[in-house]
């Protein structure tokens, strides 16, 4: 796990580019094609990713929230909604609610999360790269290569692969 961190640590910064290249030419890739080569490359390197040795995503970028996602964490806190809303949640430049601060305040010394069970969907999905949702979510793959050391690695593996 170590290796892979560091390598990321290292080439994230140059490889952005090359993935966003990537990431443009295969968008006409066939879709199920896409998803399943993606899903198998999620699994490989989330079986030797971990996490909780890293949690860069709870670091560095604050989730969407949607109101299902304010009440459910709300009531795993222990809060009403319109408490956790003044002190957890703040309006970003694009106009989306997002937990307030960096990193997360739901984050733990030990890189868990205090409301794991009950985190916000955006939580949940990330980083976005399995079956279901990689073809999907394109344009943010080359971005979540920067903060996530998983996406990284499987955009190197996807474009080695060199799909078209």
């Not at 989730?63 to 956790?84: C, H, Q, W, Y």
């Not at 980083?127 to 996406?151: E, G, M």
């Amino acid at each position: 796990m170590q290796h892979l961190f560091e390598e990321w640590q290292k080439q994230r910064g140059q490889q952005k580019k090359a993935n966003q290249k990537f990431l443009k030419g295969i968008r006409g890739a066939q879709s199920r094609q896409l998803g399943e080569t993606a899903g198998r490359l999620h699994d490989e390197v989330f079986a030797v990713v971990d996490c909780l040795a890293c949690a860069n995503c709870c670091k560095s970028i604050p989730p969407i929230l949607n109101e299902t996602d304010v009440r459910r964490v709300a009531k795993a806190l222990g809060m009403r909604p319109s408490d956790f809303h003044q002190q957890y949640v703040v309006v970003d430049e694009d106009g989306d609610m997002v937990m307030k601060g960096k990193p997360c305040p739901l984050l733990q010394a030990d890189n868990t999360c205090s409301v794991y069970e009950s985190r916000p969907k955006a939580c949940r999905q990330y980083p976005h790269t399995d079956r279901a949702q990689f073809a999907d979510n394109l344009k943010l793959h080359a971005t979540n290569s920067q903060y996530c050391p998983a996406v990284f690695h499987i955009l190197n593996k996807l474009r080695q692969l060199n799909l078209k």
